[in-house]
């Protein structure tokens, strides 16, 4: 959704509970915006109007009636044309009042049709923003994914197919090999048949799903620039196709249900000759799931191996005793604490806060863009944050590392991006734009680093 999109929406929604949203938001930046808000606002006057209380219509009634028995003895008066003035200044009112206005509203509508037809993309919205409600509203599902790949000739094959169980916060993945990883929010485990081992996990920082999660599908669908480019038969359901196009990188296609409003098929942009595919060949949403699929209990001959799990405790005075540090707490207390040997991890939801004691100075990785924070160097690189604080290394990731960030660090100064650096260089080099757009799409696919540097060689 871009800035247009979600001010006109947010204007809508402030309307619609009956609240003032020139005070809130401000003037419109630009005249079209200014005449879209206006347009709102008219048809805002299509909605009923609301009576003060249930003798209203009684006293309504009463008074107009009242009115009509005085123009009738008006007109038992002998000055007709006074009269006929006195008529005209009370249809007049009447006109504008109550006729005037839904008329008005009714050009408006039209107008606002005939402006939304004409390819402002808001009928792609509607795609997306249902999407996204019906992900909001999806408490479990369970479904059948196969992956495939293709190539610059045609050529199809299946990678693997996996079979998928979450509710909640709770996720089981079963591969085609009948390894099984499952994580019920207290452990994460991963049943390997072919070893008879049964392998206990950290259950923070835990690392993407699957290639194709229908949570971040959705954000990734209203934050980008989309369209909807057709409509095709996926697994046997009818499902609208998005092209979705990220800022700097390729576009790729997303199926979504007609009939769910939820996402069936991803596929990737074609890279280096090969093309991914995720595609819910079953998929059963909100059903109930039985309990025993994220129940713990090994079966019977398998060896349980601790890869580093982790111990889930109730108050940090117990991970400090177990990790021998105590940590630096943001001022919102986390969801859950987990202590390992060497570090402390505070789990946020999306967003984890890693503590490990200090070792030696700090050292920013290659490439990555420095700020400030509690009077040393922050490393920012990519969605994590990291510095040195106390005799403790920090680091936040997730959406909402800046915020958390700060209430340990209140100091904590991002980069300035923008700042022009480039007219400040003593020797001018010119670039080429598309190359550097080549080398970046070489990284977003893994082919190659971006621009090597004695670090790195």
């Not at 009269?83 to 008329?103: E, G, K, M, S, T």
């Not at 072919?194 to 993407?208: H, Q, S």
């Not at 020797?427 to 970046?440: G, L, S, T, Y």
Request: charged share 25%.
């Amino acid at each position: 959704m871009d800035k247009t999109e979600k001010r006109l929406s947010d204007y809508i929604d402030a309307l619609n509970a009956e609240q003032e949203p020139e005070k809130q938001q401000g003037p419109a930046d630009t005249p079209e915006l200014e005449k879209l808000l206006a347009t709102v606002r008219l048809i805002r006057t299509l909605k009923e109007p609301e009576l003060s209380d249930s003798g209203y219509p009684q006293r309504l009634a009463q008074g107009v009636a009242d009115e009509i028995q005085k123009k009738h003895q008006t007109h038992l008066q002998p000055s007709a044309k006074a009269n006929l003035q006195h008529d005209r200044r009370i249809n007049a009112r009447f006109l504008r009042r109550w006729v005037l206005p839904p008329v008005a509203a009714l050009v408006a509508g039209l107008c606002l049709f005939v402006l939304i037809s004409n390819g402002t993309g808001w009928f792609n919205h509607d795609v997306v923003y249902a999407m996204e409600k019906a992900v909001s509203n999806l408490s479990s599902y369970h479904g059948v994914m196969e992956i495939r790949s293709n190539n610059a000739a045609g050529e199809e094959w299946m990678v693997r197919r996996v079979e998928l169980w979450s509710e909640g916060e709770k996720y089981a993945i079963r591969q085609n090999d009948d390894t099984l990883t499952v994580n019920n929010g207290e452990r994460k485990w991963h049943i390997r048949p072919g070893n008879k081992e049964v392998a206990l996990l950290p259950l923070v920082p835990d690392p993407i799903r699957h290639g194709f999660d229908l949570r971040d599908e959705a954000k990734r669908a209203q934050q980008y620039p989309h369209a909807v480019v057709g409509t095709e038969i996926i697994a046997g359901r009818q499902a609208s196709k998005l092209e979705i196009s990220p800022p700097g990188g390729l576009a790729y296609h997303l199926w979504v249900d007609k009939e769910t409003k939820l996402p069936v098929q991803l596929q990737t942009t074609m890279q280096n000759g090969l093309q991914t595919t995720y595609t819910f060949v079953k998929f059963e949403p909100n059903t109930r799931i039985n309990p025993r699929v994220f129940a713990f209990q090994p079966p019977p001959g398998y060896k349980v191996v601790e890869e580093d799990p982790g111990q889930l405790v109730a108050a940090v005075e117990e991970a400090a005793a177990i990790c021998q540090f105590t940590p630096l707490l943001p001022q919102e207390a986390p969801t859950r604490i987990l202590a390992f040997q060497d570090r402390i991890v505070l789990d946020y939801g999306e967003t984890t806060v890693v503590e490990t004691p200090s070792r030696g100075s700090f050292e920013p990785v290659a490439n990555s863009a420095l700020g400030t924070a509690a009077g040393g160097p922050l490393e920012v690189w990519w969605e994590r944050l990291r510095w040195q604080q106390e005799g403790i290394e920090i680091q936040v990731e997730g959406p909402r590392r800046v915020e958390l960030a700060r209430q340990i660090a209140a100091d904590l100064t991002l980069p300035d991006v923008g700042q022009e650096l480039v007219s400040r260089a003593q020797v001018k080099v010119p670039v080429d734009r598309e190359i550097v757009k080549a080398d970046q799409q070489q990284v977003d696919r893994g082919s190659s680093p971006w621009q090597l540097d004695p670090l790195q060689v």
